[in-house]
């Protein structure tokens, strides 16, 4: 008898986003043509991180932000505030269903009335982009798809902590009249953006998928894990 996965679970894939060894996928559940819940894929075996072996469909292609997408998993892996995990079945390729459409992002856009996440805690660079852990602990999500307002992706360096300088790629928007500034961690923007003179770049028109990290030291930080245009659907 053939083996199958426990479950299989079809996903709006809305993030591909770098992450310590590897990539965090975060995507929204297709139920019959609409999308429910958000859905995280681990794999426990790569530290949760979704390596590049997971997301390589069975004809060599590779998953990514807007495919619609297969995803046999084992089991639900809550963890912390970050309730929306499950871990993959690494013995089986994902499959690719189709692809989104502008209307879909839209319509899987969720309608927060307040901010995003507690606010209250800022890094060094940023705004409003970290939680603490006590904080973090009673929080029951940590993905959100919001339409943000005066939008701008930012390239510049940044001192680091312990000396020197780094350049990044950030997200300063605002959000239900409160400012935001994210770190970027979207492939997508930053092959796109990096190449460019340091400067602000405003987007006309976007929808963000921003995440709240793992504690690491007491804090959750705040991340753009993608940014989705009329244009990345083109």
Known sequence: ???QPQYIKTVLCLANSRRPGGRCVAGKE????KTGGWIRPVNPQNGDAISEADLQYENGKFADV??????????????????ENHIIDPNFHWAKQSIATWQQIVSATDNVKGSLWPNGNS??????DKVAEAVASGLASSLLLVNPTRFEVVVGSESQYGGGSRRRVRAYFDFNG?????????????????????????LAESRICVSLAAVINGLAVKLVASVITPERLG
């Open 1 to 3: 008898m053939v083996q």
């Open 30 to 33: 297709v139920l019959q043509g």
């Open 178 to 202: 409160t400012h935001y500034n994210f770190v970027i961690t979207d492939p997508w923007i930053e092959d796109r953006y990096f190449p460019k003179v340091d400067g602000r770049y405003p």
């Open 66 to 83: 807007l495919d619609i997408v297969e995803i046999p998993m084992a089991r639900p892996d809550p963890q912390g505030h970050q309730t």
């Open 123 to 128: 890094s060094f660079h940023g705004a409003n």
